[in-house]
C-alpha cells in the first residue's frame, strides 16, 4: 500500500524554549560537488497531482512537485536536522520567543525574472488566511501569528501572540513555500497558472494525465553558492504519471523509470532475476526521514450514524487481520500502527498502547453492546436508528486497484460478522473531491507524517474539522482538544512529550481510524545509471544528491 492522500508539516524538530538570538550556520557540502550536472531523472507518481498551487495543494504528489519548484526560507540538513540557510541568509529569534527576523539574501528572483521581496514573503503567510485561498490545511500553524512586519526588500519581522514549539519551523521551512504575489495576488486567478517559484527546476511542460517535466532554474540561488554544489545535479526531472504497480515496474526494467520506490510484495516476490542486480540496483534502508515515514488506515466518516459509536469502531479494528495482511502481502517488513503517528516514532508513540489484534469474538461482543443484532436472520447486522432499521452495510473507497487485496481479505471477516462491505475504486482527484465534500463512508489512506515530533492539531483537533482541513473525518473529543492545545504552548520538551503520549492513547482507544501498518523499510529500486554518494542519508533519502553519471551536454528526453 503506498498511495498517500496528504503530507503533515515539515519539521525542523529545534526547540526554542528560552531561545536567545540565533544565526543560521552553513552546512557541510553533502553529495558530490564534482559530479556531472546533465540529464534527466526518470520517476513516476501514482496519480496525479490534485493541483499544482503552491497556496493550497497538500497531496503528496503536489508537494513534491513544489519541493523542487518553490523555495522557503529555511532548508533542513540532512545529516543533522538542523535549519540552515535557503532563502534567507540568517535568522533572529528574541529572546522571549515571540518575534522571528529573516534577512533574505541579495538578488534573489522567481523563475519568471521578477525579484523577491519582503512583501512576497509575507503574502504567502497571510493569504492562508484568506478563504478565497482555500488553504484551512495551514490555519493552525498560524493561529498565534499576530503581524508581519517588512522594514525593507530584505526583512522580513513575524510577531508572535504566544510561543509555540514549531514556529521556527513553520516560518522557516514548512508549507509556506515563498510564493509571488504578482501571480496569485488574485485568487480569482491563480487558479489558472502554473507554479511559479523560486526553485533550482521551473515547469517546463505539463501534459495533464501524462506527465510533468521540470527544467533546471537558471535563476536559482543555490547554483552559486559552493555549499550546494552537490545538490540538483540533473537538467531535468521528468515525472510520468502510472498507476499500476506492475506496469511502473515493467518501466523501470526498460530504463524508462529510474527509481522506484516499492512495496516488500514488489521488491521480493517481483524484484528478481535480470536486469535486477545488474542494470536496475536494489536497495534496503533504514533512516529517521519523517517525510518517508507514516501510516496507512481506514477512516470512518464520523458523521455517518454507522461509525458515531466508539464500540463499533473498535470491533471494525478487531475485524482486520493485520497480522495476516503483513505476513501475506508485506513479508513482515512493517510494523502494526497503534495510533496517530508512524510507530517508530520515539517523540509522541504511547508504548503502553498495544496492537488491536485480530478477534472476531471480541468484536461480535461490542457490536452486541451497541445494540447491532441480526433481527431478520438475513446474515447482515441490524439496528434502529433515529427510529428506523439501517443495515450495517457501507463502501469503502480505494485510490487504487494496487490495495484492493488487502481489503478484500477484510470483506470476507467483516462478513463472518455480519457486516456487508462494498469495495469502490475511484480516480484520485475524484477521490480526494469526495473527502473534501464529506461524501464518503469509509476511505483507506495513508498519512507521510513529515516530523520527528509532530504537531497533532491538524488531523486530530476539532477546530480542523472543517471544509478544506485534514480533520477530513470530523473527529471530536474535548479532551483530546485539550491536551493538543496544552502540548502546543508547551516549551520544555519532556512535559510536551507526555501530553502528546496522552492524547496519541485517547485517540488510539476512540479508533477514530483503523490504524493498519508503518513501514519499517525504506524499499527502492534504481538505475545504475543514477550515482549517490550512499544509499540514503540519516534524514533523508538523499534523492536531491544524486546525479547521471552518464551526464554529457544538454538533456535529451525518452518518451
Not at 529555511?74 to 535568522?91: C, F, G
Request: glycine letters at 6%; one cysteine or more; a positive charge.
Amino acid at each position: 500500500m503506498t498511495l498517500k492522500l496528504k503530507t503533515l508539516l515539515p519539521s525542523l524538530c529545534l526547540s526554542l524554549a528560552g531561545a536567545a538570538a540565533l544565526a543560521a550556520t552553513h552546512p557541510k557540502i553533502d553529495g558530490n560537488p564534482t559530479a556531472p550536472t546533465g540529464g534527466t531523472f526518470y520517476r513516476n507518481f501514482p496519480a496525479e497531482p490534485e493541483s499544482l498551487n503552491p497556496i493550497n495543494a497538500s497531496d503528496l504528489y503536489s508537494q513534491r512537485v513544489q519541493e523542487l519548484v518553490m523555495d522557503t526560507l529555511l532548508r533542513v540538513d540532512p545529516n543533522t536536522y538542523q535549519p540552515v540557510p535557503s532563502m534567507a541568509e540568517s535568522y533572529e529569534v528574541s529572546k522571549d520567543g515571540l518575534t522571528y527576523t529573516f534577512k533574505l539574501r541579495e538578488g534573489l528572483t522567481f523563475s519568471d525574472g521578477k525579484p523577491v521581496t519582503s512583501e512576497d514573503v509575507k503574502f504567502s503567510f497571510e493569504c492562508a488566511k484568506d478563504p478565497a485561498y482555500k488553504a484551512a490545511q495551514k490555519l493552525p500553524y498560524i493561529e498565534d501569528l499576530e503581524k508581519i512586519e517588512t522594514p525593507d526588500a530584505r526583512t522580513i519581522v513575524f510577531k508572535m501572540k504566544k510561543k509555540y514549539f514549531k514556529t521556527l519551523e513553520v516560518l522557516g521551512e514548512g508549507y509556506f513555500m515563498i510564493v509571488p504575489k504578482h501571480v496569485y495576488g488574485d485568487p480569482k486567478k491563480m487558479g489558472s497558472k502554473k507554479m511559479i517559484g523560486s526553485g533550482p527546476y521551473m515547469i517546463a511542460e505539463y501534459n495533464r494525465g501524462k506527465n510533468i517535466l521540470l527544467k533546471r532554474n537558471p535563476n536559482w540561488w543555490g547554483y552559486k553558492d559552493p555549499q550546494y554544489a552537490g545538490i540538483f545535479k540533473f537538467d531535468q526531472v521528468y515525472f510520468r504519471f502510472i498507476k499500476e504497480e506492475n506496469l511502473e515496474l515493467e518501466m523501470v526494467k526498460k530504463g524508462q523509470i529510474d527509481f522506484m520506490g516499492t512495496t516488500p510484495e514488489i521488491f521480493v516476490k517481483k524484484a528478481v532475476g535480470a536486469p535486477f542486480g545488474k542494470t536496475i540496483l536494489k536497495h534496503q534502508v533504514e533512516n529517521q526521514d519523517p517525510t518517508t515515514k507514516g501510516y496507512n488506515y481506514v477512516g470512518w466518516n464520523l458523521e455517518n450514524d454507522l461509525f458515531k459509536d466508539k464500540r463499533v469502531r473498535q470491533a471494525l479494528s478487531a475485524l482486520m487481520n493485520r497480522k495476516l495482511m503483513n505476513e501475506k502481502f508485506r513479508f513482515n517488513m512493517s510494523d502494526m500502527a497503534t495510533g496517530p503517528t508512524y510507530y517508530r516514532n520515539e517523540a509522541i508513540v504511547n508504548r503502553a498502547i498495544k496492537p488491536i489484534e485480530f478477534d472476531i469474538k471480541k468484536a461480535d461482543q461490542l457490536l452486541k453492546d451497541a445494540g447491532w443484532a441480526d433481527t431478520d436472520k438475513d446474515g447482515i447486522l441490524d439496528k434502529k436508528i433515529n427510529g428506523q432499521k439501517k443495515d450495517f452495510s457501507f463502501t469503502l473507497l480505494l485510490p487504487s486497484r494496487d490495495v484492493e487485496k488487502y481489503f478484500t481479505l477484510y470483506r470476507e471477516d467483516l462478513k463472518k460478522a455480519g457486516i456487508n462491505m462494498d469495495i469502490k475504486i475511484i480516480e484520485w482527484n475524484s477521490f480526494l473531491k469526495l473527502m473534501d465534500e464529506h461524501k464518503f463512508e469509509a476511505v483507506t489512506l495513508s498519512w507521510g507524517v513529515g516530523s520527528l515530533e509532530q504537531d497533532l492539531k491538524q488531523i486530530w483537533h476539532s477546530a480542523s474539522a472543517q471544509p478544506g482541513g485534514s480533520n477530513f473525518i470530523s473527529y471530536k473529543n474535548p479532551e483530546v482538544d485539550k491536551l493538543i492545545d496544552s502540548a502546543r504552548q508547551e516549551l520544555d520538551t519532556k512535559k510536551r512529550l507526555a501530553l502528546w503520549r496522552k492524547a496519541y492513547a485517547i485517540i488510539a482507544e476512540d479508533c477514530p481510524y483503523t490504524f493498519m501498518f508503518s513501514n519499517r523499510y525504506d524499499l527502492y529500486l534504481v538505475n545504475k545509471r543514477i550515482g549517490m554518494t550512499e544509499p540514503t542519508l540519516k534524514y533523508s533519502l538523499g534523492t536531491d544528491y544524486w546525479w547521471d553519471k552518464t551526464a554529457k551536454g544538454p538533456a535529451t528526453l525518452r518518451q
